[in-house]
């Protein structure tokens, strides 16, 4: 089935942490709005005063503002919604779709003892669930009832879900759901009904753990006369362990990924692949993976986390990149390491001549901090064990040589290869000491490519004072 205008919703709890697993379950809903050209909406559940918070709102909204994940409408607060909801509860109370229920919940707990140790399935039993020709007992004095939402006697609830193929749940299993609570605060599966029958959702795209809640959530909607959505419930990502990806259980909040110098885009690449495919694809742009995504390809089974698979894309995404855009976002990273990238070498050069082995931002950045360090100040005792007496000739027509190549990788191979052949030397043998005269270390990038992004007057005037 096809609706006219496609509308999908991310609907988080602003609890102050948000990891991979729950970005996934926006990601996906964004990208079929945007497939679909609809509309994606954010929408903040945040009644559960006593955890939600500002902060944690604004570290989902950045977090998908990094993700390059736009909304549409939102946020949506359900608390701003609160007189909305109350006034759809007077509405069900004077239809008889909804009653007072004054157990209390010492009652309650009695009664789900009786029932365990019946061996029965614990739920509420329907005492104050008005019916012809019963009479309810009488209302207690001083207490402040519960509303509940009168579930349908016999039968079933039945949905196809784009995922997981059709699920029926009969509604014997289903008691009479608490949708407002004493102090009159509406409950979470009523506020999601009336949230997407308000806000016209479509598609529900969502985590599986929302399975219970659905037949309930189907069951209101279709007494308040709206059409259910259609449902997708996405299995669960699982940590490296095979656990439930969770704060608890070591996932890192998307804040995390951005401070370790991951790029946005490999981080969305990677989520798509986390439970769907396209093909053999496995690197791709926001674009093609927007183009590409329908309910259709989803997976069914558990996506499990792999940081190795996340480091790897993370590379390639690094060396595929344009390098004066990389190396604007390495930039924070550097000035963190107190780098000046203002004063000494072209910081794009920098960033151009590292990022082909670099797995993070944070590695170009530490890598960058060999040439923005002053000239080492080398003891004769260091000269001597680096730099052979036997090697200084060579290194001295190397010098000359470089004073007058072009600046270019290719000139200045050339000049090595020119010295090495005059000397019958092998590259190691000059190329170690120079290594060590520019930056007391052997190890580095292509020589080469390092005399370039040094410059010639600093390459030579390093040398010089070896000889």
């Not at 229920?101 to 029932?115: A, I, K, V």
């Not at 005492?127 to 016999?154: H, M, Q, Y």
Request: charged share 25%; glycine share 6%.
């Amino acid at each position: 089935m096809r609706f006219m205008h496609i509308r999908t919703r991310f609907a988080p709890s602003p609890t102050g942490f948000i990891h991979l697993g729950n970005l996934r379950s926006a990601l996906y809903p964004w990208a079929f709005a945007r497939h679909n050209k609809g509309d994606f909406i954010l929408r903040i559940e945040d009644t559960d005063l006593e955890r939600s918070s500002q902060e944690a709102v604004d570290v989902i909204i950045e977090g998908m503002a990094w993700l390059g994940m736009d909304i549409d409408e939102g946020p949506i607060y359900q608390m701003q919604r609160i007189d909305r909801y109350r006034e759809v509860i007077k509405q069900m109370l004077d239809a008889g779709l909804a009653y007072p229920c004054y157990m209390s919940e010492e009652e309650l707990n009695r009664l789900r003892d009786q029932q365990m140790a019946n061996k029965e399935k614990p739920r509420y039993n329907g005492l104050w669930r008005p019916e012809s020709g019963k009479t309810l007992p009488a209302i207690p004095d001083g207490v402040l009832p519960v509303i509940r939402f009168r579930n349908p006697i016999g039968g079933s609830v039945i949905w196809n879900d784009a995922v997981k193929g059709q699920i029926e749940i009969s509604n014997d299993e289903l008691d009479d759901l608490i949708i407002a609570r004493p102090d009159g605060t509406p409950t979470y599966n009523f506020c999601v009904v009336v949230d997407d029958l308000d806000m016209k959702i479509t598609h529900v795209i969502r985590g599986d753990d929302h399975v219970n809640n659905t037949p309930r959530q189907i069951n209101i909607m279709k007494a308040l006369g709206g059409t259910p959505p259609i449902y997708a419930h996405l299995p669960t990502v699982l940590n490296d362990a095979g656990e439930k990806m969770s704060k608890r259980n070591g996932a890192m909040s998307v804040r995390d990924y951005q401070k370790a110098g991951y790029l946005p885009e490999a981080i969305l690449n990677y989520l798509a692949r986390l439970g769907w495919s396209h093909g053999d694809a496995e690197v791709f742009t926001k674009e093609q993976f927007v183009g590409w995504f329908d309910l259709e390809s989803l997976g069914r089974s558990p996506a499990q986390h792999n940081p190795e698979k996340l480091l790897w894309l993370n590379h390639q995404y690094i060396q595929n990149a344009d390098a004066a855009k990389l190396a604007e976002v390495t930039k924070p990273f550097a000035h963190e390491l107190g780098i000046d990238t203002e004063h000494g070498p072209d910081f794009v050069q920098v960033v151009g001549l590292l990022k082909d082995r670099a797995n993070t931002l944070i590695e170009i950045a530490e890598g960058s901090k060999l040439f923005y360090l002053p000239a080492p100040q080398l003891t004769s005792e260091q000269i001597a064990e680096n730099i052979p007496e036997a090697i200084k000739p060579a290194l001295n027509d190397l010098i000359e040589a470089i004073k007058t190549a072009e600046p270019s990788k290719e000139s200045y191979g050339a000049a090595f290869k020119q010295v090495l052949a005059k000397h019958q030397l092998k590259m190691p043998a000059l190329a170690m000491p120079v290594r060590y005269g520019l930056f007391a270390t052997t190890q580095t990038p292509a020589i080469d490519a390092v005399l370039v992004v040094l410059g010639k007057e600093e390459v030579v005037n390093r040398l010089s004072r070896l000889v």
